[in-house]
């Protein structure tokens, strides 16, 4: 967050304490209704949690005050605030998504207004009598919990989530949460609130689910302003006021630009995703075809073509089929049409190999090197679903399940001693020994790990427990 923000709009003033009224004495609060049916009603004591009834009454209540004239410099001083000068364009889209549901909860419950209150707390003291207890539970819980930014730490499914604060540290916090518990996995980091309701925590309100390799920009960003906050500001109770709105402000600002970001196209190698295809012109097509039938890293395709003028497609494997039946890393597709010859890629580097690979397996007089090009990512997944389908063989999903687990345990080992742009181009056997990139990698690992466990709960996953016994990390068993 580029600017501090203070304002100095005047605030209400805040009465002198009074007696507490009687039950049959004028509500203080001007509402010309009996203490007992206004704001004496909010004190009455309240059992059990909210339900979803009460949550909806509560955003309801503060969705009315929002739109309040009184508030309309407040809404826009929070809106520049938060969404900055975006253009239009990504601003419209934007709030079409689930940032724009991040941005209310913010202004409703960690926003200061001119009252010196956030909305929520507003509505507790003007509102309470206008919604019932449980209502009035959710208002007060939530409005005592801060945005924060979580990292699950273990899961009881069906039961509880143990989470870590990852900007403040701390000690390991114990959620109730029996749906969420069911899909959160150990490593998952999560924007949301930790209401307390008596002895139990829950997550309340919206929650977001983010990338491992996210945390570290998020919580680099909050320290950041609270550092200058705390260098400001002299008064307690206004730093921790801007403390709170302005930590959580710059939560909700780095995970909008998460929204707003093109997502990191990598192989596992490393290199960037492309799309990027090495195309050659076919000048004598019986040569070709013999030369890619000859090729011992090529296996042709069965079942048709794929597309209009398609005469054959072949696999381009990372060695020669005939060495094992073991796994093995497929680097592309090569495609034989009439005129031309294109090996379609994921990868600039593996593009420029197949440009050199292929100029030698097949004979000059065959093929001449064309172009790289490089796909559109959009357009290529609209023209992979506009290709006519032929009908699968049914395959045993025990041997589906099988054949994944083999392919990504092996693909993980290659990953061990592959170099890593995330690590300074290092492998990671080669960062686990360097200080300064141990804790790269250890983000890494976790989101392999994350990627690991949410597969198995699709029974499509493997076992990545080998990874921090290859490199020396801590077990978490």
């Given at each position: 967050?580029?600017?501090?923000?203070?304002?100095?709009?005047?605030?209400?003033?805040?009465?002198?304490?009074?007696?507490?009224?009687?039950?049959?004495?004028?509500?203080?609060?001007?509402?010309?209704?009996?203490?007992?049916?206004?704001?004496?009603?909010?004190?009455?004591?309240?059992?059990?949690?909210?339900?979803?009834?009460?949550?909806?009454?509560?955003?309801?209540?503060?969705?009315?005050?929002?739109?309040?004239?009184?508030?309309?410099?407040?809404?826009?001083?929070?809106?520049?605030?938060?969404?900055?000068?975006?253009?239009?364009?990504?601003?419209?889209?934007?709030?079409?998504?689930?940032?724009?549901?991040?941005?209310?909860?913010?202004?409703?419950?960690?926003?200061?207004?001119?009252?010196?209150?956030?909305?929520?707390?507003?509505?507790?003291?003007?509102?309470?009598?206008?919604?019932?207890?449980?209502?009035?539970?959710?208002?007060?819980?939530?409005?005592?919990?801060?945005?924060?930014?979580?990292?699950?730490?273990?899961?009881?499914?069906?039961?509880?989530?143990?989470?870590?604060?990852?900007?403040?540290?701390?000690?390991?916090?114990?959620?109730?949460?029996?749906?969420?518990?069911?899909?959160?996995?150990?490593?998952?980091?999560?924007?949301?609130?930790?209401?307390?309701?008596?002895?139990?925590?829950?997550?309340?309100?919206?929650?977001?689910?983010?990338?491992?390799?996210?945390?570290?920009?998020?919580?680099?960003?909050?320290?950041?302003?609270?550092?200058?906050?705390?260098?400001?500001?002299?008064?307690?109770?206004?730093?921790?006021?801007?403390?709170?709105?302005?930590?959580?402000?710059?939560?909700?600002?780095?995970?909008?630009?998460?929204?707003?970001?093109?997502?990191?196209?990598?192989?596992?190698?490393?290199?960037?995703?492309?799309?990027?295809?090495?195309?050659?012109?076919?000048?004598?097509?019986?040569?070709?075809?013999?030369?890619?039938?000859?090729?011992?890293?090529?296996?042709?395709?069965?079942?048709?073509?794929?597309?209009?003028?398609?005469?054959?497609?072949?696999?381009?494997?990372?060695?020669?089929?005939?060495?094992?039946?073991?796994?093995?890393?497929?680097?592309?597709?090569?495609?034989?049409?009439?005129?031309?010859?294109?090996?379609?890629?994921?990868?600039?580097?593996?593009?420029?190999?197949?440009?050199?690979?292929?100029?030698?397996?097949?004979?000059?007089?065959?093929?001449?090197?064309?172009?790289?090009?490089?796909?559109?990512?959009?357009?290529?997944?609209?023209?992979?679903?506009?290709?006519?389908?032929?009908?699968?063989?049914?395959?045993?999903?025990?041997?589906?399940?099988?054949?994944?687990?083999?392919?990504?345990?092996?693909?993980?080992?290659?990953?061990?001693?592959?170099?890593?742009?995330?690590?300074?181009?290092?492998?990671?056997?080669?960062?686990?020994?360097?200080?300064?990139?141990?804790?790269?990698?250890?983000?890494?690992?976790?989101?392999?790990?994350?990627?690991?466990?949410?597969?198995a709960k699709e029974r499509e996953g493997f076992d990545a427990r080998f990874l921090r016994r290859e490199l020396g990390l801590p077990s978490l068993d």
């Amino acid at each position: 967050m580029g600017t501090v923000y203070r304002r100095q709009a005047q605030r209400d003033s805040i009465p002198t304490p009074m007696p507490s009224p009687g039950r049959n004495d004028p509500c203080p609060c001007g509402s010309r209704r009996k203490f007992k049916h206004c704001c004496g009603n909010a004190a009455q004591p309240v059992t059990g949690l909210p339900t979803p009834a009460d949550r909806t009454a509560g955003y309801a209540l503060l969705d009315r005050l929002a739109a309040l004239p009184r508030f309309a410099e407040d809404i826009r001083l929070a809106f520049s605030m938060v969404w900055r000068d975006l253009p239009d364009a990504d601003l419209g889209r934007l709030m079409e998504t689930q940032a724009r549901d991040l941005f209310l909860e913010w202004l409703w419950f960690d926003y200061q207004f001119h009252t010196g209150q956030t909305l929520a707390e507003y509505a507790l003291t003007r509102h309470a009598a206008d919604v019932g207890p449980g209502t009035r539970q959710f208002l007060q819980a939530t409005a005592a919990a801060p945005f924060r930014l979580l990292q699950v730490v273990k899961v009881e499914p069906g039961a509880r989530v143990h989470v870590r604060d990852v900007i403040d540290k701390g000690a390991t916090i114990v959620v109730l949460e029996r749906r969420g518990s069911e899909q959160l996995v150990r490593h998952d980091v999560l924007v949301t609130r930790i209401a307390a309701y008596g002895d139990e925590q829950q997550f309340e309100g919206l929650m977001l689910l983010l990338g491992v390799a996210d945390k570290t920009g998020i919580a680099a960003a909050v320290r950041r302003i609270r550092r200058r906050i705390t260098h400001e500001l002299s008064d307690d109770a206004e730093r921790d006021a801007m403390l709170r709105m302005a930590g959580c402000a710059t939560i909700v600002m780095e995970v909008i630009d998460l929204f707003n970001r093109p997502q990191p196209k990598v192989t596992v190698g490393g290199s960037e995703m492309a799309l990027a295809d090495a195309l050659f012109t076919v000048v004598n097509l019986d040569d070709t075809r013999a030369a890619l039938d000859r090729a011992a890293d090529l296996e042709q395709v069965e079942g048709g073509s794929e597309s209009p003028g398609e005469l054959a497609r072949y696999t381009w494997l990372e060695r020669p089929r005939l060495e094992d039946d073991g796994p093995i890393r497929v680097l592309g597709s090569v495609v034989l049409e009439r005129a031309t010859l294109r090996v379609e890629t994921m990868s600039m580097t593996r593009a420029r190999l197949a440009q050199s690979h292929f100029s030698a397996v097949i004979p000059r007089t065959a093929v001449r090197f064309k172009a790289i090009q490089v796909r559109n990512m959009q357009a290529a997944l609209a023209e992979s679903r506009a290709r006519p389908r032929t009908a699968e063989p049914e395959i045993p999903p025990e041997l589906v399940a099988q054949i994944q687990r083999d392919f990504y345990e092996k693909h993980y080992r290659e990953w061990l001693d592959i170099p890593v742009p995330a690590l300074g181009h290092r492998t990671p056997r080669e960062a686990a020994g360097v200080k300064k990139l141990r804790a790269r990698l250890v983000i890494l690992v976790e989101g392999i790990e994350v990627q690991a466990a949410r597969q198995a709960k699709e029974r499509e996953g493997f076992d990545a427990r080998f990874l921090r016994r290859e490199l020396g990390l801590p077990s978490l068993d």
